[in-house]
């Protein structure tokens, strides 16, 4: 008669499926969250990083309110003009009074701040992403070592852009 199998024992080819399952399914929501925190940085960052062209100059701080600064811009850069009042995003380092460096997003009169600290403020959601992936890939994919790298580089960019700005 031949031998039965239990629940409990399985087949090794099983195992192996269901295995790759797992590391194709925690692998693919990894990748998606990295490249959803580069997306969601992308939209800022690529004003701050490719400047060239683009209309730079200085914005005093007027006055803030309903989660968004303005102030007049004055230019620093060839091309760019005047303008009595750009808006750009309110975050806790604004300050009123203070001025800014600035790039002026093609098109509108939105600002983002530039330089070092707009540059890490802007990956700021990457960094987000850094530190949820982490948990995906050391839980789900159990590549520990892999989480604490992606962990510690989220935390590294997140204090950076907290220092910085």
Avoid: I
């Avoid at 001025?99 to 600290?117: F, H, L």
Wanted: charged share 15%; proline share 5%.
């Amino acid at each position: 008669m031949p031998s039965a199998v239990s629940p409990s024992q399985g087949s090794p080819a099983v195992f192996a499926v269901l295995r790759f399952g797992r590391f194709a399914l925690m692998g693919s929501v990894a990748v998606l969250v990295l490249v959803a925190g580069v997306w969601a940085s992308w939209g800022t960052a690529q004003h701050v990083m490719m400047t060239k062209g683009r209309e730079r100059g200085t914005v005093e701080v007027a006055g803030c309110g309903g989660g968004e600064c303005r102030g007049p811009f004055r230019p620093l850069s060839a091309g760019a003009r005047a303008r009595g009042e750009v808006v750009f995003e309110h975050s806790v380092a604004v300050v009123e009074g203070e001025t800014y460096t600035v790039v002026v997003k093609p098109g509108s009169d939105d600002v983002v701040r530039s330089g070092p600290a707009g540059v890490l403020y802007a990956w700021v959601p990457l960094g987000g992403a850094l530190l949820l992936a982490s948990v995906v890939v050391a839980g789900g994919l159990g590549r520990t070592r892999w989480g604490w790298v992606l962990a510690g580089s989220g935390v590294a960019l997140l204090t950076a852009a907290f220092v910085a700005v």
